[in-house]
């Protein structure tokens, strides 16, 4: 497979391709499920299950920030994921990472709560959680490059769009099986009692399922050209951060706008604020089965638009198309709380439906627009470690402090303010970088690779 400029591909190569996007699209969308059930199910029972001592205020608080606990450690599993990856190649960490967050989550759908065997619950909670962070730091990096590297020119975008779309389909998954449980299966007090773990049980079967069709994936060509030439940087971590540590940090901005605009949601947070009752200080009071499918139908609308925004950073550039996105994310915020508060389901579904659009279009080309910025023997420390940097900047307690503005101020304007804060300093971290779209990206074209993307910056 060229990993430079356009080609027609062979039958044998198309093959590959659908495996490839097959593969990457079914992994990641599995490992966001157990992510994404973790969060709705912080935001829905885990307060009362697991800290409810602390009073329904401050339990809320406190399940929103194991959240971003997790958010922590995600800087730890891109170093070691993104360490090995460019050493021994990405395939094989992508079977580890899966395997781990497999086991995590289905170790918490049989946890105990405090009720139970008290302090210990929210511990194990915890340490569960962290082990979440540890395998998604690893995963995306991964799954991007498999996709990206494996494309020609010309198609990267379209490519990269299998591993991203996993997250909305994730939260599809996640949010479609929780609205299962609640309205149909194990409504009521049923799901605060059994019906939450069964979600969390089902990853096993998952997991298995995506081990499967992992295993029948090829190597990333990059990788394999690195490992004939014997390019592979010894520590490449070291170099990352020597040669290019301005990069990380713009680029980790640049994620961290879409990170916390997209964890309004998938964290959590506005299942929460439309779901707790109004004699409990909550300031819409809808039931929750309404309010997970108006997730799961944004989640669709999601999906669609981070396939438009990859397609089209085919076509106009991975830097236009995120700027784009941050436009239509800086009018949209303004519309989102206003229709949640309306306490109609379809207006809630409209609200943060309109909202994801911009994330579509900022997180569709992410994959490319990551892979085309860094050099290929360090690429996997670059993706991951931006990647990670960026959630914990953006996503990692956007709830928790979403939820704690709310609490401070009495109205969700300050929390439309401070997605808009964060979304204008992603949007100045984008002007900053240059367009790459369709850069070599094989270990021949390292020395053009290297020249820096940051403007006013001639070399890394």
């Keep these: 497979m060229t990993t430079g400029t356009a080609a027609v591909p062979s039958d044998t190569e198309r093959r590959e391709l659908r495996r490839v996007a097959f593969a990457t699209v079914i992994g990641t969308t599995i490992e966001w499920y157990d992510f994404f059930l973790y969060a709705n199910a912080a935001g829905l029972v885990f307060g009362a299950l697991f800290f409810e001592p602390a009073g329904p205020a401050a339990a809320t608080l406190l399940s929103f920030a194991t959240v971003g ?3 922590l450690f995600r800087p730890l599993g891109a170093f070691l994921a993104g360490h090995y990856g460019d050493k021994i190649g990405r395939k094989a960490m992508l079977v580890v990472t899966l395997i781990l967050m497999g086991v995590a989550t289905t170790l918490i759908g049989l946890l105990p709560t405090y009720a139970q065997i008290g302090i210990a619950a929210p511990i194990l909670l915890v340490v569960l959680r962290v082990l979440q962070g540890l395998s998604t730091g690893g995963e995306w990096g991964g799954a991007v490059l498999m996709a990206v590297e494996h494309a020609p020119a010309g198609r990267r975008g379209r490519m990269g769009a299998f591993p991203q779309m996993g997250v909305p389909l994730g939260m599809l998954l996640a949010s479609g099986v929780l ?5 149909v299966i194990s409504p009521g007090d049923a799901f605060v009692e059994w019906g939450w773990r069964i979600p969390f049980l089902l990853s096993f079967v998952l997991v298995v399922v995506g081990m499967v069709v992992r295993r029948k994936v090829e190597e990333s060509p990059v990788f394999t050209e690195l490992a004939v030439k014997r390019e592979r940087s010894r520590m490449p971590i070291v170099e990352l951060f020597r040669k290019h540590w301005l990069l990380v940090i713009l680029a980790a901005l640049t994620f961290a706008g879409n990170n916390a605009a997209g964890y309004m949601t998938t964290g959590g947070f506005l299942q929460n604020y439309a779901t707790t009752p109004i004699a409990e200080g909550g300031h819409v009071g809808m039931d929750r089965t309404p309010v997970l499918l108006a997730v799961a139908g944004s989640a669709a609308v999601w999906l669609l638009f981070t396939w438009l925004g990859a397609s089209l950073s085919d076509r106009i550039g991975r830097r236009n198309t995120y700027i ?8 949209t915020v303004w519309f989102l709380f206003p229709l949640v508060e309306t306490g109609s389901a379809w207006l809630f579904f409209v609200g943060i ?5 911009g994330n579509g279009f900022t997180y569709g080309p992410q994959a490319a627009y990551f892979t085309e910025l860094f050099p290929a023997s360090i690429r996997y420390s670059g ?6 940097i960026g959630a914990v900047l953006g996503g990692a307690f956007a709830p928790l402090i979403s939820a704690w503005l709310v609490q401070a101020t009495g109205t969700s304007r300050a929390v439309a303010w401070y997605m808009a804060g964060i979304m204008t300093l992603a949007f100045a971290a984008t002007l900053l970088l240059r ?9 021949d074209a390292e020395e053009a690779q290297s020249e820096s993307p940051i403007y006013g910056v001639t070399r890394a």
Aim: net charge negative.
């Design 179 to 183: 609205a299962l449980m609640t309205g």
């Design 383 to 388: 993706v991951s470690i931006a990647y990670a």
């Design 324 to 331: 784009a996105g941050w436009i239509v994310f800086l009018i």
């Design 69 to 71: 606990i997790s958010f």
């Design 353 to 357: 439906a309109l909202f994801t659009i």
């Design 435 to 443: 367009d790459r779209t369709d850069i070599p990206l094989g270990p």
